[in-house]
C-alpha cells in the first residue's frame, strides 16, 4: 500500500502596503453625515441648556434664550451641511488637477 505524504504547509504571500489615491468625495453623503452628526452632538446640549433655562430664567427678555437654545442643532446641522459641501466641492475640483491628484492613503492588512 502506498502512503500519503502531508502536503507541504502553503506559505502565505507577504502582506504588502497598498497606495490608494481619494479621487474625490461624494458631496451629498458627505454633507448629510456630518450635517447629522453636528445635530445629534448639539441636541444633548440644547436640551441640558433648556432644562437648565427653564428653572432659572424669570424675565420674558432672557426667553429668547430658549428659543435659540431649540434652534441651535438645526442651525449647526445647516451649517455643518453647507460647509462640508463647500468642502468637497473643493476637494474634488483640486483633486482634477494633474499637479495634486487627490490624497494619498497607505492601506495594509495586519
Same mark, same amino acid.
Given at each position: ?22 479621487? *474625490?468625495?461624494? /458631496?451629498?453623503?458627505?454633507?448629510? =453625515?456630518?450635517? +447629522? %452628526? ?6 444633548? #446640549? @440644547? ?17 429668547? *434664550?430658549?428659543? /435659540?437654545?431649540?434652534?441651535?442643532? =438645526?442651525?449647526? +446641522? %445647516? ?6 459641501? #463647500? @468642502? ?23
Amino acid at each position: 500500500m502506498a502512503t500519503k505524504k502531508a502536503a507541504a504547509p502553503v506559505e502565505e504571500a507577504p502582506k504588502i502596503p497598498r497606495k490608494v489615491r481619494m479621487k *474625490s468625495f461624494p /458631496v451629498k453623503s458627505n454633507s448629510t =453625515f456630518v450635517a +447629522a %452628526l453636528y445635530f445629534t452632538i448639539t441636541v444633548p #446640549i @440644547a436640551v441640558i441648556g433648556s432644562i437648565i433655562g427653564y428653572f432659572f430664567v424669570r424675565d420674558s427678555a432672557d426667553k429668547y *434664550s430658549m428659543v /435659540v437654545l431649540v434652534a441651535l442643532p =438645526f442651525g449647526y +446641522a %445647516l451649517a455643518g451641511f453647507l460647509i462640508t459641501a #463647500i @468642502a468637497c466641492w473643493i476637494y474634488n475640483w483640486l483633486a482634477k488637477m494633474k499637479s495634486l491628484g487627490g490624497i494619498e492613503v497607505v492601506l495594509s492588512e495586519e
